[in-house]
């Protein structure tokens, strides 16, 4: 079992700043990759980013892209998602996911991932 703790969500104005991390605890090096999605109210869960644990390869949404930045520090089996350029539709909870098998580049499915976190409340106002 992967325990996944999320922490940095709360309320920020437009163009403003945030830096999620997520904690992993448990059996750690079965991690083959960690990622974030999002889920606003009404709307279904979707993909923001990704990391490779051992390569630290990234993945983005296109929504995202120059905006968020994804990176890893495995000696604290940490996660981070550092949110530049916050707009009110970045308004959602967060969630931390890890993965524990190689699916190529699909890291964008839900559904390739085997441990979530509770979520963080990230809200940016206008």
């Known amino acids: 079992q992967v325990q996944l703790v999320e922490s940095g969500g709360g309320l920020v104005q437009a163009g403003g700043s945030l830096r999620l991390s997520c904690a992993a605890s448990?059996?750690?090096?079965?991690?083959?990759?960690m990622g974030w999605f999002r889920q606003a109210p009404g709307k279904e869960r979707e993909f923001v980013a990704a990391?490779?644990?051992?390569?630290?390869?990234?993945y983005y949404a296109d929504s995202v892209k120059g905006r968020f930045t994804i990176s890893r520090d495995n000696a604290k089996n940490t996660v981070y998602l550092q949110m530049n350029s916050l707009k009110p539709e970045d308004t959602a909870v967060y969630y931390c996911?890890?993965?524990?098998?190689?699916?190529?580049?699909?890291?964008?499915?839900?559904?390739?991932?085997?441990?979530w976190g509770q979520g963080t409340q990230v809200t940016v106002s206008s």
């Open positions: 448990g059996r750690t090096f079965s991690i083959y990759g």
């Open positions: 996911a890890a993965k524990t098998k190689y699916s190529g580049s699909y890291y964008h499915l839900p559904s390739l991932y085997d441990y």
């Open positions: 990391i490779s644990w051992s390569g630290g390869r990234t």
